[in-house]
């Protein structure tokens, strides 16, 4: 996690060189979008770089427990942090770019209640499996008792874990994340296909309804890279399991934050350049 100034031990702090030359490069894509096109385009990647902080943010409110939660060991979800934070936000995505013709609000709010609803059906099966298939109670491994219900967990962890199941911090912190994540996604979504269906016109000498269906397939497969992209490094900036925004390691977002600001930016950039120029 160098590039976004942690050490190999995934520390909480952030190196002020690395935040510096991030911050060149964002000030960098956005000078360059703005001398091409200081409307529209402009005011995409600014779109686009809120979108990928959003998603990077909100990946870390996902209960994430990789292997250790498939065995009882460790609270969360038993998978990764990108493949959980994707199957969340894709699902915002998809929903927000099926309502994108409803309008700009529609579209945002079709969006995290997607990312939202899927994490909440997803926890909730978990804690299905959890407490009637393995036959273990909710109990978190990183606060003595939950912040929002008061429930304890000191007297149900058993010996040997981190806790085990999906606390109710977890679960909203989950439902929180999948909300985030759908809404950056569709945000990203929609401002590379306003850009696309603004410029690819001209570009290609053809009727604005004729690029609507290649616009739409830009837009989504650039969102979809961009999803993954800030997922990826939200990943690694947690290196491992979370618990949710009540874990020590949430306290590291904000070094998350500037790492998909600036990859979002640069992205961004090469994405509304494919058309502007």
Same mark, same amino acid.
């Given at each position: 996690?160098?590039?976004?100034?942690?050490?190999?031990?995934?520390?909480?702090?952030?190196?002020?060189?690395?935040?510096? /030359?991030?911050?060149?490069?964002?000030?960098?894509?956005?000078?360059?979008?703005?001398?091409?096109?200081?409307?529209?385009?402009?005011?995409?990647?600014?779109?686009?770089?809120?979108?990928?902080?959003?998603?990077?943010?909100?990946?870390?409110?996902?209960?994430?427990?990789?292997?250790?939660?498939?065995?009882?060991?460790?609270?969360?979800?038993?998978?990764? /942090?990108?493949?959980?934070?994707?199957?969340? +936000?894709?699902?915002?995505?998809?929903?927000?770019?099926?309502?994108?013709?409803?309008?700009?609000?529609?579209?945002?709010?079709?969006?995290?209640?997607?990312?939202?609803?899927?994490?909440?059906?997803?926890?909730?099966?978990?804690?299905?499996?959890?407490?009637?298939?393995?036959?273990?109670?909710?109990?978190?491994?990183?606060?003595?008792?939950?912040?929002?219900?008061?429930?304890?967990?000191?007297?149900?962890?058993?010996?040997?874990?981190?806790?085990?199941?999906?606390?109710?911090?977890?679960?909203?912190?989950?439902?929180?994340?999948?909300?985030?994540?759908?809404? +950056?996604?569709?945000?990203?979504?929609?401002?590379?296909?306003?850009?696309?269906?603004?410029?690819?016109?001209?570009?290609?000498?053809?009727?604005?309804?004729?690029? /609507?269906?290649?616009?739409?397939?830009?837009?989504?497969?650039?969102?979809?890279?961009?999803?993954?992209?800030?997922? /990826?490094?939200?990943?690694?900036?947690?290196?491992?399991?979370?618990?949710?925004?009540?874990?020590?390691?949430?306290?590291?977002?904000?070094?998350?934050?500037?790492?998909?600001?600036?990859?979002?930016?640069?992205?961004?950039?090469?994405?509304?350049?494919?058309?502007?120029?």
């Amino acid at each position: 996690m160098s590039a976004l100034g942690g050490g190999h031990a995934g520390g909480d702090g952030m190196n002020p060189v690395a935040a510096v /030359v991030g911050l060149v490069l964002l000030i960098l894509a956005l000078g360059i979008i703005y001398v091409l096109s200081p409307g529209m385009a402009f005011m995409a990647l600014i779109g686009v770089i809120i979108g990928g902080v959003m998603i990077g943010f909100g990946v870390h409110f996902v209960p994430v427990g990789g292997a250790p939660a498939a065995m009882g060991q460790s609270p969360g979800i038993a998978t990764g /942090v990108t493949m959980l934070a994707a199957g969340a +936000g894709l699902a915002g995505l998809f929903g927000g770019a099926w309502a994108a013709e409803l309008g700009f609000g529609v579209a945002l709010a079709g969006g995290a209640i997607g990312g939202g609803l899927m994490m909440a059906i997803t926890c909730l099966m978990v804690n299905v499996v959890y407490v009637y298939a393995m036959g273990i109670p909710a109990a978190s491994g990183k606060v003595a008792k939950d912040p929002i219900t008061g429930d304890t967990f000191e007297a149900y962890k058993s010996k040997g874990t981190e806790g085990h199941g999906l606390p109710f911090i977890s679960y909203v912190g989950g439902v929180i994340g999948g909300m985030l994540g759908g809404l +950056g996604g569709t945000l990203i979504y929609l401002e590379l296909l306003a850009v696309y269906e603004a410029f690819l016109p001209a570009a290609l000498n053809a009727q604005a309804e004729q690029i /609507v269906p290649l616009a739409v397939g830009l837009a989504g497969i650039f969102a979809v890279g961009l999803f993954l992209i800030n997922a /990826v490094l939200a990943a690694y900036n947690i290196t491992g399991t979370i618990e949710g925004p009540h874990d020590p390691k949430f306290k590291r977002f904000p070094r998350a934050v500037v790492g998909c600001a600036v990859a979002s930016a640069v992205c961004g950039l090469f994405a509304i350049i494919l058309v502007v120029i």
